[in-house]
């Protein structure tokens, strides 16, 4: 018999990912615009936000751990319960004084929440979803931020317009609690592993583990979790680097073209996340090599655009058309992605290995991004220059990685 993909527990499990994710971006720009508010500069939150990714990429890999060795349902409900706990904590402690120090502690506070929470909700899913329907799955969880981050940041900015910081915090104080109020119904098979001598022996086990796993026994994971981070690198670099480069600087317009831009971007996830449920039965790993050089052939119009003497509105509409192409792509790509390593790894290791998923793409994107800002300051009046090679490197990668993919 075919299992539903909309099981009870999944149902509970996307219920609480879309009022947690709300809550979040939420608070994130309700806290950018406060800051930017009291200080007159952006660059302060972002290097707040900045700062603030660092615990979570060192805590990942022991996120893994606790969430192969714990009761996977608990750790949810006790990060988005202390999570809530945290910001009213925040709420009364904000004097006027001490603001930027009580953000940031909540900011850091945050990310130390998230490196626990990303690996446990992403084991999550192969134990709740078999075969076809794990990619399904993670196409849905993928909508789902998609809609909080096209629709968050509108409402965010409403309600703090109209009412200030605190009661958007409070606002958001009750997404997380009634994220944890979802999660406490999720039922979840759970067998407590055998009993180890001490913390650090369970800490290296794990490791060495996990690693053994990935690089020996499972190569196909490792190649494939390095192939996410390159196609990341330079995504991400582009994305969130080149767009606004392109739009503000290059093409001299102003901040509402950036604005549909950015609109276009996330309707363009939205749409890559349904086509990944679509195509589900037809995806196979040999696709993986053609999604890239599909990848990069997206990149190609933008750039050869940049070679004539177009009009500036010519060119964001090519420009549009080609970023939101590759959006969709690599929307694609990283739910097929992902969902392969959840199927290839077994349960006892599927935390780690999706914690490793998730600090690598972390350390990835902001490299990816200081790359990419000083290639288009140095050639602020050629984009093409950067845009060309770009495409035509990430398609060389797709057609070298075919021979290795062919047979898995």
Do not use: W
């Not at 939420?26 to 700062?51: P, Q, R």
């Amino acid at each position: 018999m075919k299992q539903k993909l909309f099981t009870p527990n999944f149902i509970l499990l996307i219920s609480g990912q879309l009022t947690s994710l709300f809550g979040n971006f939420i608070l994130k720009l309700a806290l950018s615009m406060y800051v930017l508010d009291v200080t007159g500069s952006a660059a302060v939150f972002a290097g707040i936000l900045s700062l603030a990714t660092i615990p979570t990429i060192l805590l990942s890999p022991f996120g893994g751990i606790l969430a192969d060795r714990s009761n996977r349902r608990n750790i949810m409900v006790a990060l988005d319960t202390l999570s809530g706990v945290f910001v009213l904590c925040a709420v009364l402690l904000l004097t006027g004084q001490n603001d930027l120090s009580v953000i940031s502690v909540l900011l850091v506070l945050l990310s130390i929440l998230g490196a626990f929470e990303t690996p446990t909700v992403q084991a999550c899913i192969p134990t709740m979803l078999t075969g076809d329907n794990i990619l399904k799955g993670n196409a849905v969880v993928n909508q789902i931020a998609s809609l909080s981050y096209l629709t968050a940041p509108m409402l965010g900015g409403i309600l703090y317009t109209a009412f200030g910081l605190r009661p958007v915090m409070l606002a958001s104080v009750g997404c997380f609690f009634t994220t944890a109020l979802f999660e406490c119904f999720i039922r979840l098979s759970y067998e407590r592993p055998p009993h180890e001598k001490g913390i650090l022996s369970i800490i290296r086990q794990d490791f060495m583990e996990s690693m053994h796993y990935m690089f020996r026994e499972q190569s196909f994971v490792s190649k494939l979790l390095l192939l996410t981070a390159v196609s990341r690198f330079f995504v991400m670099g582009l994305l969130m680097v080149g767009l606004p480069f392109l739009v503000r600087a290059v093409l001299l317009l102003n901040a509402r073209y950036y604005g549909a831009a950015e609109s276009v971007l996330a309707v363009a996830t939205i749409i890559g996340s349904i086509l990944a449920g679509l195509l589900s039965s037809k995806l196979k790993t040999r696709c993986i090599p053609a999604l890239l050089v599909l990848l990069g052939a997206f990149i190609l119009p933008a750039g050869i655009a940049f070679l004539f003497p177009v009009s500036p509105l010519l060119m964001y509409g090519i420009t549009l058309l080609s970023f939101g192409g590759m959006q969709i792509i690599i929307s694609i790509f990283s739910i097929y992605a992902v969902s392969l390593i959840q199927q290839r790894t077994p349960n006892h290791l599927i935390g780690k290995v999706m914690a490793y998923t998730s600090a690598i793409t972390l350390c990835v994107q902001p490299i990816g991004q200081m790359v990419y800002g000083f290639l288009f300051d140095r050639f602020c009046g050629a984009a093409a220059l950067v845009l060309l090679p770009t495409g035509v490197i990430v398609c060389v990668i797709g057609f070298l990685s075919a021979a290795y993919f062919k047979d898995q």
